[in-house]
């Protein structure tokens, strides 16, 4: 089955900044475009939580946590959906992934790590 594929994690200190990227495969192009998307991290011992949002109007939605600090994207062919982290926390430290929002989302890619410590 198709899955995305998300890039651009890292290590980075306390207050750094991060641009995480998800990539759709072709054959889920059509409904990638038409789908709301959202980013979601997690760490060991813990669930999955969903931490930005874009519908396929434009229209964002982030935790608490990420509110002030984190940015999502899409790009003009909305093919691309991207993750810019700002003032980074240790408590940001996880496996990032994107999705489109649910219940009925595609498998899960294999997710970009993300590390804030200095």
């Known amino acids: 089955q198709p899955h995305l594929v998300e890039s651009g994690g890292g290590l980075v200190q306390p207050g750094g900044s991060l641009r995480l990227s998800c990539a759709a495969p072709?054959?889920?192009?059509?409904?990638?475009?038409?789908?709301?998307m959202g980013w979601y991290r997690q760490t060991p011992g813990k669930e999955r939580e969903l931490v930005a949002s874009m519908t396929k109007r434009g229209v964002t939605d982030y935790a608490d946590s990420a509110k002030g600090r984190f940015t999502i994207s899409r790009d003009n062919g909305k093919r691309k959906v991207f993750l810019q982290m700002n003032s980074l926390k240790s408590e940001d430290t996880a496996m990032y992934y994107c999705?489109?929002?649910?219940?009925?989302?595609?498998?899960w890619g294999q997710g970009t790590q993300v590390t804030v410590s200095a």
């Open positions: 999705n489109r929002l649910g219940p009925s989302q595609w498998p």
């Open positions: 072709r054959a889920i192009l059509s409904t990638y475009s038409s789908s709301d």
